[in-house]
């Protein structure tokens, strides 16, 4: 079982507000992401980290920001929601890239 | 760009028979080529994984079959089972300036009884 947690799970707010997913890992890995994921479709890496004060755009454009301020932790920020951001973001972590990526279960946003 | 390209999309498959799922990638930053499985709801987990110092990794019913001139891999699913229902992804370690892995599009599989 993997040592990494998403929290909330479900959320649905309403536009322009702000929200925040966390997610935290117990396993000291220094590579972090975070994954966007439309229900059945392919995974769309947005953020990613090698390490505290290291974040970095992914492949697909988001309006969403990240921080990496403590090893364990990895916050996901949108500063206004809009119904476009409605989708599930998961959040991964591995000792490299050549290791396992290890998934949390994932955060359904719905924005109303 | 895609450069994971993995095939079919969806795979209907009668219990007991054989899933074959492809993947076909571009450049590599190395040799490390998982499958990850998922079900609804669920995160994706590590399924099999193969590092081509050999060219087949077999765990149980799961095979991975690599083809590195061809730069092709495939998962073989044996005597598939309707608890094998889910979807698979592919993933290769894309290179292009920093080292990730870049996931396939993901087949949806259901095993009917």
């Known amino acids: 079982e993997a040592d990494i947690y998403q929290t909330p799970r479900y959320l649905v707010i309403g536009t322009g507000k702000k929200i925040t997913l966390e997610c935290s890992q117990t396993?000291?890995?220094?590579?972090m992401y975070w994954y966007q994921q439309d229900p059945g479709m392919e995974l769309h890496l947005i953020h990613y980290?090698?390490?505290?004060?290291?974040?970095e755009k992914g492949d697909l454009s988001s309006e969403s920001t990240v921080s990496r301020i403590r090893t364990e932790h990895f916050p996901l920020t949108l500063e206004s929601a809009r119904p476009s951001h409605t989708s599930q973001y998961l959040c991964?972590?591995?000792?490299?890239?050549?290791?396992?990526?290890?998934f949390g279960e994932g955060s359904w946003l719905t924005v109303v | 760009q895609q450069q994971v390209k993995q095939s079919p999309q969806s795979l209907i498959v009668q219990k007991g028979g054989i899933s074959i799922i492809n993947c076909a990638y571009e450049?590599?930053?190395?040799?490390?080529f998982p499958w990850y499985q998922q079900f609804p709801g669920k995160g994706p987990a590590l399924l099999i994984a193969?590092?081509?110092?050999?060219s087949e990794k077999k765990e149980g019913r799961f095979t991975i079959s690599f083809n590195k001139s061809a730069k092709q891999f495939s998962l073989h699913i044996m005597d598939s089972q309707p608890g094998d229902s889910a979807t698979y992804f592919c993933?290769?370690?894309?290179?292009?300036?920093?080292?990730?892995?870049?996931f396939g599009a993901g087949t949806r599989l259901a095993v009917h009884p």
């Open positions: 991964a972590s591995s000792e490299s890239v050549g290791h396992t990526i290890y």
């Open positions: 396993m000291g890995h220094d590579k």
């Open positions: 980290s090698y390490g505290v004060n290291s974040t």
């Open positions: 450049n590599t930053a190395f040799d490390y």
């Open positions: 193969i590092r081509p110092d050999v």
């Open positions: 993933a290769a370690p894309i290179s292009g300036g920093y080292n990730k892995l870049i």
